[in-house]
């Protein structure tokens, strides 16, 4: 679990970083290391060496200097984007101390842009140091100052072997949310960084990961990696304190059916799927005539679609309108792409469209409109689409945010939900104050409904002291058939989870295994997902399960779902798990009947058709992890405490002398 540390805001405003633009040192095999100085800086640009450092980029650096200080070696930096992250960490390079002979700094980014953005502010901060890319083609020395490294590349072949973790003094990783994938911790690994057992004895680099979004759509957890995060700066504080653009929002309601949608490996939609349901005419048609009535006035405006045919559509479906809209993707080739957003940059165009290429580590300032064609489950992506438009730039007073919003009950996530609104709040230009006031309108509201519903339930309480929990049931049976407490987790998964009362869901198969989460019995706040696997019948063995395996624990029941989920998927049958199979829809088998039958009266038998295959199988999870046993020590404990209030009344009446209509007592 991350430790934040949040620091004091600084009031004032600070105009954005320069842009610079120099080539670039390529180091070949066959090439050593250049003993003459890089070229001259043009008239215009000045290197970051010179930019005074925002208030919070310093007290950034500061807090890593602090922890690096006291003996931590694994800290994670959290920015909004457009903060200046690769300001920070280039800055960061040289305030690190040498130990001994470890001098080196190694980048680590997953992304063409990123590795080219990194080797040119530290080309232009660092005009001594010798700075290598190790990326396709281009292979470094290993022995450069400064060596920014392509992930994918770096890890092909034999190319890590190269760099002497000894000689290191530092690891950063950018877009550090990607860090527990395979690749990365294959390098954290050849580095001494995977595990804190490694680094007794021996010289280990600091890591440092930098991210706008330190957190995982999947329930991965980045607490393997990264031990604190020693810095925050969310991009709500950055609007409210000017260092980014403020934005405007407006929601536009699509009439797409997401219902049928799966999820992918992720967690979010799966794309073909998505795409299928996005990608027709009368939506493209929506999406045009949006922009045309809450956009045209704007000049650069940036796209977000689902896959490459959604592009290709919408940007034909734009053109047939008369707008210049020009597209990319990661298929465009590299001279093209690069042409195309010179062109975007320099405003020779209105409309840029894209799927997948704009999310993480893009520097164009002047957009100032960001539409949302494109659902998505993930709040991450969420922020990072949203967050190309919040950059300083001359001229540009805000963003507009278009979110095109649609079937808000299959778990999409939309610009609302970033200030803590219900998702299918629907707003019209509203800007980021608006959104925080609309939010604690809702919130003041919210307070009156618990503090109403508070007082309706202590009276209740007194009324029948114990049994809040079931007072609306007529019948242990009426319980277990209740589907409520399941709606809302089942809105968070694709999986068939059943709520079992008192915080617990269930997920569960036809081998008896099954995954329960639950409130954390160590930690208040907090969720735990523990697997139980089901042993072979033997005489001796006392449970007939093996000890259950905690696979998450956090204090978002969201991510612990997401977490629960991606264990299932690797330990479960689809077909067994999924919410919406056909065969859930069906009636129920005549077994399934028989077990509901054993526990009911015979005057309320149930019969297959009575209800679904589905329906069923919940029923039993629910009688099978203990719905009934509460229900009935709920119901044990009321009629206790209505006798107690019996007797006392009964003395009190013999008491006072009270005559009271009834069947006299034989006692």
């Not at 300001?87 to 980048?107: E, G, M, N, S, Y």
């Amino acid at each position: 679990m991350f430790r934040v540390l949040r620091h004091a805001p600084r009031l004032g405003r600070q105009t954005g970083l320069v842009s610079v633009r120099t080539p670039v040192r390529y180091a070949s095999r066959a090439r050593k290391p250049p003993a003459a100085p890089p070229p001259p800086l043009p008239p215009t640009a000045v290197a970051p060496s010179r930019i005074q450092l925002r208030e919070y980029q310093e007290e950034c650096i500061q807090a890593v200097l602090s922890y690096l200080q006291a003996g931590h070696r694994r800290l994670g930096v959290s920015l909004a984007t457009g903060s200046g992250k690769t300001v920070i960490f280039t800055h960061l390079i040289d305030r690190i101390p040498a130990v001994r002979d470890a001098t080196q700094t190694l980048i680590l980014a997953h992304r063409r842009e990123l590795v080219e953005q990194a080797a040119r502010h530290c080309t232009l901060a660092y005009p001594d140091k010798h700075v290598d890319i190790e990326m396709g083609n281009s292979s470094a020395s290993g022995a450069a100052d400064i060596t920014i490294a392509s992930i994918q590349s770096i890890m092909s072949a034999d190319r890590l072997q190269k760099f002497d973790p000894s000689r290191y003094k530092l690891v950063l990783v950018d877009e550090a949310h990607h860090i527990v994938s395979s690749t990365y911790l294959a390098v954290l690994e050849h580095f001494g960084l995977r595990h804190a057992s490694d680094w007794s004895g021996s010289h280990v680099p600091a890591l440092v990961g930098v991210s706008a979004t330190f957190s995982r759509f999947d329930g991965r957890k980045l607490g393997s990696v990264i031990d604190h995060i020693v810095y925050h700066r969310d991009y709500v504080d950055m609007i409210e304190e000017n260092w980014l653009s403020d934005v405007i929002f407006t929601t536009v309601e699509m009439k797409a059916d997401l219902t049928k949608v799966g999820s992918g490996a992720n967690g979010d939609f799966q794309t073909a799927a998505l795409s299928n349901a996005i990608n027709t005419t009368e939506t493209n048609e929506l999406v045009v005539k949006a922009w045309s009535a809450k956009a045209k006035g704007r000049n650069s405006t940036l796209i977000f679609c689902v896959d490459l045919s959604h592009v290709t559509n919408l940007t034909t479906k734009f053109r047939e309108y008369g707008i210049d809209a020009q597209f990319v993707t990661g298929d465009t080739p590299p001279k093209i792409r690069s042409a195309r957003v010179d062109s975007f940059r320099n405003g020779e165009f209105p409309v840029l469209l894209n799927c997948g290429v704009f999310t993480e580590g893009t520097d164009i300032p002047n957009i100032d409109c960001v539409l949302l064609a494109r659902p998505t489950k993930s709040r991450n992506l969420l922020v990072q689409m949203i967050g190309r438009g919040m950059r300083l730039h001359k001229g540009k007073n805000n963003c507009h945010i278009i979110d095109m919003v649609a079937a808000l009950s299959t778990g999409v996530v939309s610009t609302p939900t970033l200030f803590g609104l219900d998702p299918g709040e629907m707003v019209e230009q509203a800007d980021s104050k608006s959104m925080a006031e609309l939010k604690e309108r809702k919130e003041t509201e919210k307070r009156r409904q618990q503090e109403a519903a508070a007082l309706k339930q202590r009276t209740l309480s007194k009324k029948l002291p114990g049994a809040i929990t079931f007072t609306d049931y007529d019948s242990v049976h009426d319980l277990i058939a209740d589907t409520s407490g399941d709606q809302y987790i089942r809105n968070l998964s694709q999986y068939a989870w059943v709520g079992a009362g008192e915080g617990r869901f269930i997920l569960t198969t036809n081998s008896g295994n099954y995954i329960i989460i639950e409130p954390s019995d160590t930690a208040e706040g907090c969720f735990r997902a523990k697997y139980y696997r089901r042993l072979p019948r033997t005489e001796t063995i006392k449970s007939p399960y093996a000890a259950p395996r905690v696979i998450a624990e956090g204090d978002s029941f969201e991510h612990v779902v997401h977490a629960a989920d991606t264990y299932a998927k690797g330990v479960f049958e689809h077909m067994w798990i999924a919410k919406n199979m056909p065969w859930r829809r069906s009636p129920a088998s005549q077994a399934q009947v028989e077990f509901l039958n054993k526990t009911r009266p015979k005057e309320d038998q149930l019969k297959p058709s009575d209800l679904t295959k589905g329906k069923a199988g919940d029923m039993i999870t629910r009688l099978k992890h203990g719905v009934k046993g509460r229900y009935a020590r709920a119901s044990s404990k009321q009629r206790s405490e209505v006798r107690t209030r019996e007797r006392a009344q009964t003395l009190q009446e013999k008491l006072s002398g009270q005559v009271r209509v009834g069947p006299l007592s034989h006692v």
